[in-house]
C-alpha cells in the first residue's frame, strides 16, 4: 500500500502519488474494453479520473474504468481524513464470475507513528507514538495545557472605610492602621494564612501574606538632600491575619505603624516634602488553599484601568500563581 501525508486544509494532499492500477487478461492476451468497478466505502474519500483512461461515471465513491488495449484500467484515490487505514475495492464481473482486488493505503499522521523514548528520557515515558510524545512535550511547556482550577481573587479593600485597595494608590497613614481585606472565590483553609503572634503554631499567614516597605536611606548625618541614597526593604509585621469564610482580614502591627509614622515624619523633614512609602503586598499562591485543600491560589493577574488598576477576579488557568500588587502610604 502507499502512503500520504496530509496537510490541513489541503485536500489535494491525500490523493496517492501513483494511481491504483489493474491488469485484465484472458491467459496470455490482455482484454480490452472490460468495465472495472473502482468503489471506496468511507466518507470523505473519493476516486478520480486518471487521464489516458476511458471513465464511465463522474468522480466519487465509486468510479467504471474501461480497459485499454493493453488491458490496464487505472484511476487516482483521494484517502479520507480519517480513518488511517483504507481501502479500494476492485471489482470485474464477466461472463457470471467476479473478481475482486483490494487496494490499502495509509495517512501517515502522528498518532500512527511508533515511538519509543529513551532510556534516560523520563519526560517522555510511556509514549508510545510521536502524537503522544509531542503532546506531552507541548504539555510540559505550557502550550495546550488543560487549565488548572484554582482560587481566585476578587476584591481587594481597606478596613477602614471599605474603598478599593488599588495598584499605584496614595493611602493615608491613618487609613492603613486599620489593614485590608481580601474576597476569595472560595472558602480559604484558614491555617493557611493565619498569624497570631501569641500562637506560636499559627505562624504560616506571615510567610504566605505580607506587606513589604522599600524605606528611603540616607547616610547618618546627611540632611537637605531630595533623592534617598536608596532602599531598605522592611517587612511590615503584621499584629493578626485570620479567615472568615471567602474573606481574609490583615492588620500591621500599632507598634510598627507608630514608629513607620515617625520615621515618615523624620524623612519629611529632611526632605523637605511630603514622603511617600512603596507598599508592595504579595500572596504566595503556592502554600495558600481552599477549605477542601483541592484548590490552589491563582493569584495571576494583569494591570488594567479599572477602578483599581486590577484585571479580577486573578488566575491565568494555572494553580500557585503569586499575587502582587502595590501602594504609598502617606501622611497625607
Given at each position: 500500500g502507499q502512503e500520504v501525508r496530509p496537510l490541513p486544509g489541503d485536500p489535494d494532499s491525500r490523493i496517492l502519488a501513483f494511481p491504483i492500477r489493474v491488469?485484465?487478461?484472458?491467459?496470455?492476451?490482455?482484454?480490452?474494453?472490460?468495465k472495472v468497478l473502482f468503489s471506496v466505502a468511507i466518507d470523505g474519500a473519493e476516486l478520480l479520473e486518471e487521464p489516458g483512461f476511458d471513465t464511465d461515471g463522474a468522480p466519487g465513491p465509486e468510479i467504471t474504468v474501461v480497459t485499454g488495449p493493453d488491458g490496464l484500467a487505472a484511476c487516482r484515490w483521494r484517502l479520507a481524513e480519517s480513518p488511517p487505514h483504507q481501502e479500494?475495492?476492485?471489482?470485474?464481473?464477466?461472463?457470471?464470475?467476479?473478481?475482486?482486488?483490494?487496494?490499502?493505503?495509509?495517512l501517515s499522521v502522528a498518532a500512527e507513528v511508533a515511538y519509543t523514548p529513551a532510556a534516560d528520557c523520563s519526560l517522555l515515558k510511556g509514549a508510545e507514538t510521536v502524537k503522544e510524545a509531542l503532546d506531552l512535550l507541548c504539555t510540559q511547556s505550557g502550550?495546550?495545557?488543560?487549565?488548572?482550577?484554582?482560587?481566585?481573587?476578587?476584591?481587594?479593600?481597606?478596613?477602614?472605610?471599605?474603598?478599593?485597595?488599588?495598584?499605584?494608590?496614595?493611602?493615608?497613614?491613618?487609613?492603613?492602621?486599620?489593614?485590608?481585606?481580601?474576597?476569595?472565590?472560595?472558602?480559604l483553609d484558614p491555617e493557611t494564612v493565619h498569624f497570631d503572634p501569641l500562637d506560636?503554631?499559627?505562624?504560616?499567614?506571615?510567610?504566605?501574606?505580607?506587606?513589604?516597605l522599600e524605606m528611603p536611606f540616607l547616610p547618618p548625618g546627611v540632611t537637605g538632600e531630595t533623592i534617598?541614597?536608596?532602599?531598605?526593604?522592611?517587612?511590615l509585621p503584621v499584629e493578626s491575619a485570620s479567615v472568615d469564610g471567602n474573606t481574609l482580614f490583615w492588620k500591621p502591627s500599632g507598634s510598627a505603624m507608630t514608629w513607620l509614622g515617625e520615621e515618615i515624619s523624620r524623612l519629611s523633614e529632611i526632605f523637605n516634602r511630603n514622603v511617600q512609602i512603596l507598599a508592595r503586598l504579595t500572596l504566595k499562591g503556592n502554600f495558600i488553599w481552599n477549605a477542601k485543600g483541592?484548590?490552589?491560589?491563582?493569584?495571576?493577574?494583569?494591570?488594567?484601568r479599572n477602578d483599581d488598576g486590577l484585571d479580577l477576579p486573578s488566575g491565568d488557568d494555572k494553580r500557585g500563581g503569586d499575587f502582587e500588587t502595590w501602594f504609598w502610604l502617606t501622611q497625607g
Open positions: 491488469r485484465v487478461a484472458n491467459g496470455q492476451w490482455p482484454a480490452e474494453g472490460m479500494v475495492k476492485v471489482v470485474l464481473e464477466s461472463d457470471g464470475h467476479t473478481a475482486t482486488i483490494l487496494f490499502h493505503a495509509n502550550g495546550g495545557a488543560a487549565p488548572e482550577p484554582g482560587i481566585a481573587i476578587e476584591r481587594l479593600t481597606l478596613l477602614d472605610d471599605g474603598r478599593l485597595l488599588a495598584v499605584d494608590a496614595d493611602v493615608f497613614f491613618a487609613d492603613f492602621m486599620a489593614g485590608f481585606q481580601v474576597t476569595f472565590s472560595e472558602e506560636p503554631k499559627a505562624r504560616r499567614g506571615r510567610a504566605t501574606c505580607f506587606v513589604t534617598p541614597a536608596g532602599y531598605n526593604l522592611m517587612r483541592d484548590l490552589y491560589l491563582d493569584g495571576e493577574t494583569l494591570g488594567d
